[in-house]
Structure formats: C-alpha cells, structure tokens
C-alpha cells in the first residue's frame, strides 16, 4: 500500500514537473523495496527454521518455494531497475515517466500476488506439520492425508488462482489449522 | 322399461364415482409421496484405523445437474449424520457437517475385535434425544431438499501385538527347551517329523533309530582355543587389509576420536561451498559428540582464506562411519565362524568340524562382509569427488549464511537459544544475502533456484537440537513452542 501511494504521488509530480520531490520519493521507494528484500529473506529463514525439524516436508518445500522465491527478488530487483531509469530521466531534465510509474504498479502488484502464494503455500505445509503430530509421524495416514489436500486445496494451482481464490483456499488451510490444533490441544499463533 | 333404465344409468353412475373416488385418492397419494423433485446426497467417508482407534473423515455432497443435465457436486452445510456402532451397545451418536460438507469424528474398538459402523445422513435434522459425538453446530433441515444416504463399513481392530509377542515368546522356550533335552538325551528331535520310519521301529522302542550314539571324542588334532586363535587372527588380518586398502585411496586411519577433531575442524572452516553442505550431511551421531579441540567462532565477515584442504576432511568424516563398519564385519565373522567351530555335534547325522568346513564358513561370512562394506566405501568415494567438485564453480549466493548457521548450532546449548541465534545469525548476513540475491537477478533462473533449493536442503539437514521431534510424538508442543518464537522475533 505503502509503494502504491508514492507511485501515486510520483504521477502527480511528474505532472508538475517537480524535480527535486520525484527524486525524494524515488530514493523513499528504493528503500521500502530493499526493506521488502531483507523482509523477504527473514521471512524465508524463519520458515525454513519453523519447517525443517519435520524431515518429510522437505521435499514439498523443495518442490515449489525456489522457483517462487526466486520469482518474488526478481520482482523486487525489476522495480528497482525501474527505479533507477526513472532517477536518470528526471536527473536530465525528462519527466516523462508514466510508462516507468505503470511498470512498477504491475511489477507491485504481481509480487503481492506471489507474496499471498508463498504465504498459501507455507500455511499449508504448517497444517502438513500439525498432522505430522496428529497422526503420530504415521507416513501411510500422512500421505493419504496430503493427498487429498493437495487435491482439494489445488495445490499445484495456487499461482495460478485469482487473489478471490486465493483468499478462499486460505481461510479452508485456516480451518484445518484450527481443527487439527484443537486436536492436538494447541495453539499455532 | 323407464324404471330399468333408471336402474342401469344408477348403476353406470356409481361405477364412474367410485372410479372418480379411487382415482382421486391415487392422485392424492401420489402427490404426497413425490411432492418435489428432491436432489441427491453422496456420503463420501473415508476411515482410518490407528490401534484399537478409529476415525472417520466424512464428507456429505450433493449430486445434482445444470441444464445441459452435467453433474454438479456441491458440498452440503450443516447435514446431520447419525452414527451407530451396530456391533456394540454404545449409544448412537451424531454430527454435523460444516460449510465444506466436512465432519470428522472418532471412536474406540476392541483390539482384536470386528466391528460394523452405520452412517446415515437424515435430511429432517431431527436429532431428539441422540448425543452429539463432538459437533457443536445445529443442523439444517433438509426434508424438502434432498434424499438421504448411508455408508456402513465393517472395521476390525488388530489385536494387540504385545500379547502375541509374549505368547510367541513362551511357545518359543516351551519348544526350544524340549528339542534341546531330547537332542540332550541322544536322540533325534525331528525324527518324529520322518515320516518314511515304520512303525515298529519307532523311536519309542528303538533308540538306534532314534539317532542314539555313544559320544566319542574329537579326533581333530587342534584344540577349541587353537581354533578360536586362528579364526581371530584371520578376521583381524581381513580387517588390517581392508584398512590398508583404504589408506591406498590417501585415507589415514587414526582413532576415532582424531578423526572427530578433524570433522569439527572441517566444520569450522567457513569456506566450504553450499553445495558442500548438501552433499556432505553429519550423522546424528557426529552432531552429539562434543569437539575435542573446537577452534573458537571467527568475527563475521572476517573469514579466512580457502586453504584447499576441505574435501580430503570430507572423506575422512565419512570413512570414518566405514572403518567401524569393517570392524564390526571382522567381529561378526570371527564370532560367527567360532560358534561354527565349537558348537556342539552329537548327534550321527552331524559332521565334526575339520579345519576345511571352518574355513569355508569363515571365507562365506567374510565375503559377504567385505561385499558389504565394499559397496559403502564406493558410495562415499563418489560422494567425496562429487564434493571436490560441485556442479558449479560460480559464487554461491548463500554460502556464508548457511555456514554461520551452521558453525554457531553446533555450540549452542537449549533449542530456544539455538533458534534465537539462527534467526540473528540470518538477520546479520541478510546483507550479503540481498546483495548476491541481487546480483543472481543478472544470471539465468535456474541456477538460483538451485541455489535456494540448495539452502533449503540445507537447513532441513542442519544439525539442530530439533531433531527428536520427528521421532518423539509428545514433543509437538516443543514445535510449537519454537514456531511461536520464530514467528515472534523481529
């Protein structure tokens, strides 16, 4: 929300040729998106740490977090790029920036999208966890189990949902997450 | 006349209005059987037997077509099924569906006994005086909706295995104890099974058929403890040999101990590639021992230079594992060929050991032995060469935060204090980290996809306290515990 405001305030200025706030609002952008990157990292590392004392997760992880994660820097590092040509055409005078402001929206609003995938994703292999304990590290019942998530929840679709959709799949993880540590006696979060 | 024909339309008039009456009443009857085209429901059930536990994942749907008369299957909210374990006197119990038509419940059977479960989706609701077997909703009446369905399943619980153990034990002992004091008194135990033996010779009455024999002495010229010493000195010679050949691969065979500094010191070196710490994961066992002379934790970012030594370390760690291994195969054909050569032979069909039989007894048990960890030793060899040479020779794009994690894990004590390091560990590096993200943004996809899968691989290898919680089935509040203080760091 943060980033599409300023790109907000970055048409505006640019409309009135205002030099001097477009380049404060450039470097404002850069920052909130090299924070995103450290965020993001973090966010990788501790899940990585939550997921990996349960061994069979591993290769679920293995099969879907890199290319995504990947995706979601290459999106960060695309904005900054933007970013960059857009600090050189003003520093020289062109404020002609729309098309590099609508870029940078799009780029934004994909990698919330994937962010929102990621996260899915994550929760789910927390509920894959739980049942781990539930199921007393039996892998048949796990299996089973897993199986027909992955095929209820779309698993193998969750990029390709809309965010409506996405946010349904969510709220259904949530549910089980809520089932299964009320089994268990527990709390998650 | 007229009154006849007055008659006859009487007549004719009745019939039609007892027809017109019988008619009416069908039509009446019909209407109230089929009122409204109700939809279907499909009860799809899927159980689980864990011990003498059983549990149901119900899932009640509706089966109804769109216009173009495709099936349509939607899950049904709020459905009560009633369910009843026929085979015992448990009282009947229900559930309700939630908005996914989903409703798990569970229930106890006797170990080693069958029993037959009903399920029953009642569209009316009514659920007057029937318990709830855990669900808190109320159900939706469904009367004028849909058909109601069943699921019945016949689930035996298997016995308890500790008893059968115990009785298997005993029957066990029973056996052995009395083969072993008839084979005691001289004669034959499995004669009774010989079926090709006439009856008036049975080993009843005849004990020459029985398989008696006087005991007469050995008349092998070499002592049991001459026997015993040589196949000792054998198994230890095949050892030494084995050990020599592995020094042929430029491998050193100290002690275990040493060569446990040496893995430690391995560790500590910071300039060992992910892909290292792929290929070469520690045993649980190498994790729990404490090093001997670890060298203290360097500042960050003050790494030294790669010295060239690592991947003939990697070798010695994993050798290590076979050394034991040839050991334990030396001592188990030692011990194997001495209980060939002094076990005791009485009976007539029993040949006497002679030196040819031992021989070839141990020759047998030591080939299979040497084959064994022949096999063991090829496969670290191509790991070890696939750790001197990783599949690529560019930056690493993690290789220093993994190898903090990992150099810090080893020292710390409690998992709290293990996770809170790892996670500043992480912060502390997500310099470095962004930076060769940033920088693998300028090479193709696929290698730093690798890269993560490498990191990921990585940590679900990590040598941590944590480990006991897949094993353990108590410790899920210990995972818990974690997970709340990860996602709570800042």
Not at chain 1, 23 to 33: A, E, G, M, T, Y
Not at chain 1, 121 to 141: S, T
Not at chain 1, 156 to 167: A, I, P, R
């Amino acid at each position: 929300m943060q980033i599409k405001n300023i790109l907000n305030d970055l048409s505006v200025l640019s409309q009135k040729n205002d030099r001097l706030n477009i380049l404060n609002s450039i470097s404002k952008l850069k920052d909130i998106i090299n924070k995103e990157k450290q965020d993001l990292a973090i966010k990788f590392v501790k899940e990585m740490v939550i997921l990996s004392p349960i061994k069979f997760l591993e290769k679920y992880v293995q099969d879907t977090y890199p290319e995504i994660l990947v995706g979601l820097f290459a999106y960060l590092n695309q904005m900054l790029d933007s970013l960059d040509q857009m600090h050189q055409k003003v520093s020289s005078n062109n404020f002609n920036i729309n098309e590099l402001v609508n870029e940078i929206d799009n780029k934004n609003k994909e990698y919330e999208r994937k962010f929102l995938v990621l996260d899915t994703y994550f929760k789910l292999f927390e509920l894959f966890a739980l049942v781990h304990f539930y199921y007393k590290a039996n892998q048949q019942l796990i299996d089973h189990f897993i199986l027909s998530k992955k095929k209820s929840l779309m698993f193998d679709k969750f990029d390709t949902l809309s965010l409506n959709d996405l946010e349904k799949i969510r709220q259904k993880i949530d549910l089980e997450i809520e089932h299964y540590s009320k089994k268990l006696n527990i709390k998650l979060s | 006349m007229l009154q006849r024909s007055k008659t006859e339309f009487l007549l004719i008039f009745l019939t039609f209005l007892l027809i017109f009456i019988s008619y009416s009443m069908a039509v009446d009857n019909s209407q109230s059987v089929c009122q409204e085209n109700l939809d279907k429901s499909f009860l799809k059930v899927i159980y689980s037997l864990e011990g003498s536990k059983v549990s149901f994942n119900i899932k009640l749907l509706n089966v109804s077509y769109d216009d173009n008369k495709r099936e349509q299957i939607s899950p049904i909210n709020g459905g009560l099924i009633i369910i009843k374990n026929v085979s015992s006197d448990e009282d009947i119990c229900y559930v309700v569906t939630n908005n996914e038509g989903d409703a798990l419940t569970e229930f106890d059977i006797r170990p080693g006994m069958c029993q037959d479960f009903l399920l029953e989706f009642k569209p009316d609701g009514n659920y007057d005086g029937v318990k709830s077997c855990g669900s808190e909703n109320s159900p939706i009446i469904y009367t004028n909706s849909f058909i109601g369905s069943r699921f019945s399943a016949h689930i035996c619980a298997p016995p308890k295995t500790s008893a059968n153990i115990a009785v298997c034990w005993f029957a066990t002992l029973i056996g052995g104890l009395i083969f072993a004091a008839s084979f005691i008194m001289g004669r034959n135990p499995f004669l009774f099974f010989d079926f090709s033996s006439s009856r008036s010779l049975s080993p009843r009455f005849s004990s020459a058929q029985a398989g008696y024999n006087p005991m007469t002495k050995s008349t092998d010229s070499q002592t049991t403890s001459e026997k015993v010493r040589g196949v000792a000195m054998g198994a230890l010679d095949t050892s030494t040999q084995a050990i020599n050949t592995l020094n042929n691969f430029g491998i050193s065979t100290g002690s275990v101990k040493e060569k446990l500094s040496d893995i430690e010191q391995w560790a500590e070196d910071p300039t060992r590639k992910a892909s290292n710490l792929v290929f070469s994961k520690q045993t649980e066992q190498d994790q729990t021992k404490e090093p001997s002379n670890l060298v203290s934790s360097k500042p960050i970012g003050n790494e030294p230079q790669p010295t060239g030594n690592e991947p003939q370390k990697i070798g010695n760690e994993k050798i290590n594992i076979t050394v034991g291994d040839l050991v334990a195969g030396g001592v188990k054909t030692m011990v194997t060929t001495v209980a060939f050569a002094v076990a005791p032979r009485r009976a007539k069909t029993q040949k006497k050991p002679t030196l040819g039989t031992i021989s070839k007894t141990f020759g047998g048990t030591l080939f299979s032995q040497v084959y064994s960890n022949a096999l063991g030793i090829l496969k670290q060899f191509l790991i070890q060469n696939m750790a001197q040479n990783p599949p690529s020779n560019q930056d690493h794009p993690f290789e220093l935060i993994d190898l903090f994690i990992s150099r810090d894990d080893k020292k710390s004590q409690s998992p709290e204090e293990t996770m809170k390091r790892l996670i500043n560990l992480a912060s502390k590096k997500l310099d470095k980290l962004c930076s060769a993200l940033e920088k693998a943004h300028y090479v193709p996809d696929s290698y730093t996809s690798r890269e993560v899968s490498s990191v990921i691989s990585f940590f679900f290898s990590m040598p941590s306290s944590s480990d006991s919680v897949t094993s353990s089935s108590d410790s899920v509040s210990d995972w818990v515990n974690k997970t709340q203080t990860i996602k709570n760091q800042k």
